[in-house]
């Protein structure tokens, strides 16, 4: 079955590096997924890395994926308060819809 | 390409009213989903379809309906509203494999 888990919270300081971990369950994943969620919006694609993936960089952002642990990891450098948000993880496995899995996301919080 | 929109944006219910929750979509998506957020339980999938005139139960169908008369519409029924709905109701889309997006969320009471 298909499960994700997050922590609820992480507390960071303006220019340190962030990293919020994520774990799931469903080998059979395809893709995994991190969005963002800021204050009263939806929920905005972050990045995602194929499952045939070690690791993805895209600017401040890396996300790792150790798949025999089933676990996923996004790094962000320099944070920064505009960072302040929500992130979710989620994992894809085909068929059935094409679903996606939402982890109980984390809440970021940027201290200065 | 105004990407996934939903309507309303803000709804206060009397419990046992109905309404009806849009989601209308442009860029041709397949798939459309109907999700709830609730603080500490991230986003539950309730229906979804896979295209035009299907519709599937998610996680936590019981108490919504859903219809997909056309490709880019997709509709969110509340029969009887229970205070237990009270939650933010967010629409996605997505076309294959490719990831997918997100409306800016209906927040809705009931009282």
């Known amino acids: 079955g298909e499960d994700v888990e997050q922590s609820l919270f992480l507390s960071v300081r303006e220019g340190d590096s962030s990293v919020i971990n994520c774990t799931y369950t469903?080998?059979?994943?395809?893709?995994l997924y991190w969005y963002k969620q800021e204050p009263g919006a939806g929920l905005q694609l972050l990045t995602y890395i194929f499952s045939n993936m070690d690791m993805k960089q895209d600017q401040r952002l890396t996300v790792l994926l150790n798949k025999k642990d089933k676990h996923l990891s996004l790094r962000i450098a320099d944070t920064q308060t505009g960072d302040s948000a929500i992130y979710f993880c989620?994992?894809?496995?085909?068929?059935?819809?094409?679903?996606?899995?939402f982890g109980t996301g984390t809440q970021l919080k940027v201290e200065l | 390409n105004a990407g996934v929109t939903q309507t309303p944006k803000f709804r206060v219910l009397k419990t046992g009213q109905s309404m009806t929750l849009l989601c209308a979509q442009d860029?041709?998506?397949?798939?459309m989903y109907w999700y709830r957020q609730d603080p500490g339980m991230g986003l539950r999938l309730i229906h979804y379809s896979v295209g035009e005139g299907t519709t599937a139960k998610g996680e936590v169908p019981d108490g919504y309906n859903v219809s997909r008369l056309k490709k880019q519409n997709f509709l969110l029924g509340l029969e009887s509203a229970a205070p237990s709905q009270t939650s933010v109701y967010f629409c996605?889309?997505?076309?294959?494999?490719?990831?997918?997006?997100f409306g800016d969320g209906t927040r809705l009471s009931i009282l």
């Open positions: 469903d080998s059979s994943s395809t893709y």
């Open positions: 996605a889309s997505r076309k294959g494999n490719q990831p997918q997006h």
């Open positions: 860029m041709n998506h397949e798939y």
């Open positions: 989620a994992e894809y496995v085909p068929g059935g819809g094409n679903k996606l899995t």
